[in-house]
């Protein structure tokens, strides 16, 4: 059996110019207070200042706009960083650079855990940009949380995909990683986790093309024989998240299973648009160790299309092509 996926450090990037209303905040931080002291983890609110063109360097008044800016993102750090002091200690971080590199750079070399982006779903600009590149080349778990704010995470969904590992991989494979971490974000309290898998039938299109010479009795086989490999495949999986469950005491934590049958890109962002789910958690890498492929086409079609908040895990073995700097 696997072990329940450990967060021992967060940094939590915030765009300290891109704040959310007040009540949204308020959530957010206690949130990330919680799930801190579930972990007994290092908690970092961090922002990262873009440095100015080298035109704008060498102005004398670039130096006292700077330190403005530095000043200001201090303050507002460590307010929020106050604003949770009674529930655990919060350290508050600035850097300077390109805000992914940076993240990610620092990520390495203090071995983050978990990164959480306090918005990317209504913003513009470089916090799209900063959420985009982290999913696909930050090492670290990345939490997209978006415009949806929650104290609690009680409607958690796993998006599996059975071609991306062999079920009798599962101890370590990805999907068991996905599961991991859906039961360390939901043992905080009373929640459900549903595993949702989506398939489609392979050559469906040729079906009808008289070159098969299929009679319908042989398709309908065919469908319920990939059918029921799918079905099988996610009971295993399902029990494999029951038993993880069992090893945290998770009684007070339900569990789903559902097949889904469809093109995984197409019915799952739609899927989600009606059930509405506090939180979406899925791998963000195939294992077609395709060299330079940082995000698997249908994780980026997801990831892109769905409206709510995302937890995205790379699998095991995932180098970043980013170094870790100096």
């Known amino acids: 059996m696997g072990i329940v996926m450990r967060i021992r450090f967060i940094l939590a990037y915030v765009d300290t110019r891109q704040l959310p209303p007040e009540t949204a905040l308020d959530t957010m931080l206690g949130g990330l207070a919680r799930l801190a002291l579930l972990h007994d983890a290092r908690l970092i609110l961090c922002d990262v200042l873009e440095q100015a063109s080298r035109a704008a360097r060498v102005s004398p008044t670039h130096q006292r706009l700077f330190e403005l800016r530095e000043r200001y993102a201090t303050e507002i750090l460590q307010r929020l960083a106050a604003r949770i002091g009674h529930q655990i200690e919060c350290q508050t971080l600035i850097l300077?650079?390109?805000?992914?590199l940076m993240l990610t750079r620092y990520v390495m070399r203090r071995g983050v855990d978990l990164v959480v982006c306090a918005s990317n779903r209504e913003s513009r600009g470089r916090q799209v940009a900063t959420a985009s590149h982290l999913l696909r080349k930050c090492p670290a778990a990345v939490w997209l949380m978006g415009p949806r704010w929650q104290a609690h995470w009680t409607n958690i969904v796993v998006a599996v995909d059975r071609d991306i590992f062999d079920a009798s991989e599962l101890p370590r494979s990805m999907a068991s990683r996905l599961v991991e971490a859906a039961v360390a974000i939901a043992r905080s309290g009373a929640a459900t986790i549903r595993l949702v898998h989506a398939w489609e039938v392979y050559g469906a299109e040729w079906f009808d093309d008289p070159a098969a010479k299929l009679e319908r009795e042989e398709i309908d086989r065919y469908i319920d024989a990939q059918r029921y490999s799918h079905t099988l495949w996610l009971e295993m999986l399902h029990d494999y998240l029951r038993e993880q469950l069992a090893a945290v005491g998770g009684s007070h934590i339900q569990s789903e299973a559902l097949l889904l049958e469809g093109a995984a890109a197409d019915i799952i962002p739609h899927w989600l648009?009606?059930?509405?789910?506090?939180?979406?958690?899925?791998?963000?890498?195939?294992?077609?160790?395709?060299?330079?492929?940082?995000?698997?086409?249908?994780?980026?079609?997801?990831?892109?299309?769905?409206?709510?908040?995302?937890?995205?895990?790379?699998?095991?073995g995932f180098r970043s092509p980013v170094g870790a700097g100096g």
Not at 96 to 100: A, L, R, S, T
Not at 274 to 299: C, H, K, R, Y
């Open 273 to 316: 648009q009606q059930d509405e789910p506090d939180l979406l958690v899925m791998g963000t890498l195939g294992s077609s160790g395709t060299p330079g492929l940082f995000i698997g086409n249908t994780a980026e079609t997801i990831a892109s299309r769905a409206t709510v908040p995302l937890l995205a895990l790379k699998p095991p």
């Open 96 to 100: 300077h650079g390109d805000p992914f």
